[in-house]
């Protein structure tokens, strides 16, 4: 737990274009944990457990959750290891029910099923934002959790229920990942280091690919047939 005083005077030197991103709630004054999330996850349709496939690049769902009046993420990674900054790290992102309020969010662009292979593109710029992460808030590698530790809840699907949240899935190569992050130096990154650094989705305007809006369209008709409810207490895609 460190104070974030220091760390937003050379924050806002790095990532200048963070003050015009969308803000979903309160600003905070400390930083002890990361959630990782992936963009998919299971859901009831039919009576059956299934995951929509994901598409879309950093861009499209950096937009999503900027447009979305309730939920809120401070950074999507894509599978191209394109790494978008949304909501500003002193500010509480709407993206764990329950686990808001300390935590920084990272969502990634995979369908969550636990077969979807995480490339090492995305992989390795995960590694990267984690480690920075980890030197600007002295956050140990035990403290970088999924989404599935932190929210136990259940839904109904038929006659049988389903984890609402499992992600990042079985698929996360979470000892490469920890092993990775262990081994970063705690040193601050050096400013203009653009790896370490992702940049504001603002700034980002032509990765346009196929856009997830027909994807969107379904997934909220399934969510509609859950009977998990989807309300502001309850976020996360
Ligand atoms: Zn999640």
């Given at each position: 737990m460190v104070r974030l005083a220091g760390f937003l005077a050379i924050s806002l030197f790095l990532l200048?274009?963070?003050?015009?991103a969308r803000s979903s709630g309160p600003a905070r004054s400390t930083v002890t944990f990361i959630v990782i999330h992936t963009i998919g996850g299971p859901s009831c349709q039919d009576s059956s457990v299934v995951y929509p496939p994901i598409k879309g690049d950093a861009k499209e769902w950096m937009d999503y959750f900027i447009k979305d009046e309730v939920l809120g993420i401070h950074y999507v990674i894509d599978r191209d290891g394109q790494t978008l900054a949304g909501i500003p790290e002193n500010q509480i992102a709407n993206h764990a029910k329950g686990s808001n309020a300390t935590s920084i969010g990272i969502e990634l662009v995979?369908?969550?099923?636990?077969?979807d292979p995480f490339p090492l593109e995305q992989i390795s710029a995960l590694v990267k934002l984690l480690c920075r992460l980890r030197s600007s808030y002295?956050?140990?590698?035990?403290?970088?959790?999924?989404?599935s530790e932190v929210d136990n809840r259940m839904c109904r699907c038929g006659s049988s229920s389903f984890k609402k949240k499992v992600d990042p899935g079985t698929a996360f190569p979470w000892q490469k990942v920890r092993e990775a992050v262990f081994a970063c130096s705690l040193a601050k990154p050096k400013a203009g280091n653009s790896d370490a650094n992702p940049r504001p989705s603002s700034s980002i305007g032509s990765l346009s690919r196929s856009k997830p809006g027909v994807w969107l369209q379904a997934l909220e008709s399934t969510r509609l047939r859950t009977s998990c409810p989807h309300s502001p207490t309850s976020p996360g895609p």
């Amino acid at each position: 737990m460190v104070r974030l005083a220091g760390f937003l005077a050379i924050s806002l030197f790095l990532l200048p274009a963070l003050a015009v991103a969308r803000s979903s709630g309160p600003a905070r004054s400390t930083v002890t944990f990361i959630v990782i999330h992936t963009i998919g996850g299971p859901s009831c349709q039919d009576s059956s457990v299934v995951y929509p496939p994901i598409k879309g690049d950093a861009k499209e769902w950096m937009d999503y959750f900027i447009k979305d009046e309730v939920l809120g993420i401070h950074y999507v990674i894509d599978r191209d290891g394109q790494t978008l900054a949304g909501i500003p790290e002193n500010q509480i992102a709407n993206h764990a029910k329950g686990s808001n309020a300390t935590s920084i969010g990272i969502e990634l662009v995979n369908d969550g099923d636990g077969s979807d292979p995480f490339p090492l593109e995305q992989i390795s710029a995960l590694v990267k934002l984690l480690c920075r992460l980890r030197s600007s808030y002295s956050i140990s590698v035990d403290d970088i959790k999924g989404h599935s530790e932190v929210d136990n809840r259940m839904c109904r699907c038929g006659s049988s229920s389903f984890k609402k949240k499992v992600d990042p899935g079985t698929a996360f190569p979470w000892q490469k990942v920890r092993e990775a992050v262990f081994a970063c130096s705690l040193a601050k990154p050096k400013a203009g280091n653009s790896d370490a650094n992702p940049r504001p989705s603002s700034s980002i305007g032509s990765l346009s690919r196929s856009k997830p809006g027909v994807w969107l369209q379904a997934l909220e008709s399934t969510r509609l047939r859950t009977s998990c409810p989807h309300s502001p207490t309850s976020p996360g895609p």
